[in-house]
């Protein structure tokens, strides 16, 4: 079996009894980080096998051993007919429709079912389990669709296209992103395809990987983005002639909410000796507050941190679980339960949705603040080099209203949904994959929304030239005019200059340019 296409260089990420980390999620998601089982994991996996085929051979039913599934529960299966069960189970499963899922979602949920597999608790075989860690070392993604779950049972269609894979069947791409059939990249990478035994198709379907998977990687952006959200803010205050004094530490604390403080302190590093703010510094100035989206960004950008430290709680508890049903139970029991049903993972993606939301449209109405002339405090029309003849970054604010709107809409809560399936049986269901989608789509606007301000408020900056701005925000302008952005002069093209500086919020260059000079900021 190969597992040759993870990355040179990554160390491999122990998958065993207890949980994974949300970084540990990132390293092998998106960085293609190498796998590798912990012994006693095996063990434990041996011996709770010997549990599921005493089952099998009993003449009681046991769901998912010796039984149909969902509304067929009632239905005995003859042994013959069992391994038939399981490949039924997988292939009418897997019934996804829509786009592509992308390929780090799809190795976040294969991660997240073999960190299940590996406690034991599922019953599935040793092989079954070590070959789908060879799929995944080798680099092999299974097409997954974008619809298809309804995050009960858990992630049902998403997990049974990825055991469909690991049968030999269905379509996948390799570790090139060639797309093929799954028979024929298993063949390539010497890897055996898996026939499926006794409660093994249930094992492999039966979680919710794909919402947690997405979750993981949401919380590891966003915590990244909202430092972002300090820098923007500190260069609009400072480029508005905004007033520092507001993020002073004693005035956070008579409010203790712990984000806040972080995000006060921030922005208060990012404008330390800054040129600009201490030329308005005098009695000269007669603005007694800045404007909300100036003064009360620390509250904002401060709650988004704390929810998002919620939501990490919560991807922790899940991380920590072993998520089927049937479970086998650590004294050997198999017992059915409802531990699939996604709602605790579901409320906070949706939760995390709202806040990127509101962060994002507190960093549009900064921007739109710089363009208008009655409120930039002597920056001329739009930032517009000739106003009349250039339009400036008019429309670039316009692209973030239209993505503020839709964030907006993205932010109504799937999970207050629910629609009844499999005969009522599964008659409420939590609809977390499609909380998660819908936040993969919100971060991504964030990064863009907060890409503009910072563009536009590196462009506010050079315009106040003499003055000279703090050293910290200072890195970041040279950051942008080191790639081509920001400048301020005629019109050009702005797209590119826009694409540019997303590349640079989401690659962390903005974030280490700013840190080159603070050092860490939290």
């Avoid at 980080?33 to 012994?39: D, E, G």
């Avoid at 492999?204 to 983005?225: E, P, S, V, Y």
């Avoid at 905004?242 to 302190?265: I, K, N, T």
Wanted: with cysteine; charged share 20%.
């Amino acid at each position: 079996m190969s597992s040759a296409s993870s990355t040179p260089g990554l160390e491999p990420v122990t998958v065993g009894l207890g949980p994974l980390t949300i970084d540990e999620v990132v390293q092998v998601a998106r960085h293609d980080a190498p796998i590798a089982l912990a012994p006693e994991s095996l063990a434990e996996v041996r011996r709770t096998r010997e549990v599921i085929r005493g089952l099998a051979d009993d003449t009681e039913p046991h769901y998912g051993v010796s039984t149909g599934f969902g509304a067929l529960a009632t239905r005995h299966i003859p042994t013959e007919m069992r391994r038939q069960l399981q490949r039924s189970l997988v292939r009418s499963h897997a019934a996804g429709s829509g786009p592509e899922v992308e390929r780090e979602v799809v190795r976040a949920l294969m991660l997240l079912r073999i960190s299940t597999l590996a406690t034991g608790r599922t019953g599935i075989r040793e092989e079954t389990l070590t070959t789908y860690v060879a799929m995944l070392n080798a680099g092999i993604a299974p097409v997954v669709h974008e619809y298809g779950s309804l995050g009960c049972s858990g992630d049902l269609a998403p997990l049974s296209h990825c055991a469909l894979a690991l049968m030999g069947e269905g379509e996948v791409r390799d570790a090139n992103g060639d797309r093929m059939p799954a028979a024929q990249a298993l063949a390539d990478a010497g890897i055996a395809p898996v026939e499926l035994q006794e409660k093994e198709g249930l094992a492999l379907i039966n979680g919710t990987d794909g919402m947690l998977g997405m979750l993981c990687l949401a919380i590891h952006d966003l915590r990244d983005l909202l430092v972002v959200a300090d820098v923007a803010t500190a260069m609009s205050v400072e480029g508005l002639f905004g007033s520092d004094d507001v993020f002073a530490a004693d005035l956070h604390a008579l409010r203790p909410q712990p984000g806040q403080a972080v995000s006060a302190e921030n922005i208060r590093t990012l404008m330390a000796h800054s040129g600009i703010r201490e030329s308005h510094r005098t009695e000269a100035c007669t603005r007694v507050q800045d404007a909300y989206s100036l003064r009360c960004a620390p509250i904002v950008t401060g709650s988004a941190r704390d929810t998002v430290d919620h939501a990490a709680r919560v991807a922790g508890w899940e991380l920590a679980s072993a998520v089927d049903n049937p479970v086998v139970t650590p004294d050997g029991r198999v017992e059915s339960n409802g531990n699939f049903h996604g709602a605790p993972v579901a409320y906070v993606l949706d939760f995390l949705a709202i806040v990127a939301a509101d962060v994002a449209s507190m960093s549009e109405r900064r921007t739109d603040r710089f363009l208008d002339k009655a409120r930039n405090h002597g920056l001329p029309p739009f930032l517009a080099d000739d106003p009349g003849v250039d339009s400036g970054h008019m429309i670039a604010q316009y692209t973030q209203a239209a993505i503020v709107s839709e964030m907006k809409r993205l932010a109504a809560p799937a999970s207050v949904d629910s629609i009844p399936s499999s005969a009522m049986q599964e008659d409420h269901v939590s609809m977390g994959w499609s909380s998660a989608r819908k936040l993969r789509r919100s971060v991504d606007g964030l990064s863009r929304v907060l890409a503009v301000e910072v563009l536009t408020a590196a462009r506010g900056i050079q315009l106040r030239a003499p003055l000279e701005p703090a050293p910290a925000t200072a890195s970041v302008v040279a950051t942008l005019t080191a790639s081509d952005a920001g400048r301020p002069g005629p019109d050009r093209w702005l797209a590119p200059e826009i694409e540019t500086a997303v590349g640079l919020v989401v690659d962390g260059s903005i974030r280490r340019a700013a840190e080159a000079v603070t050092g860490p900021l939290a």
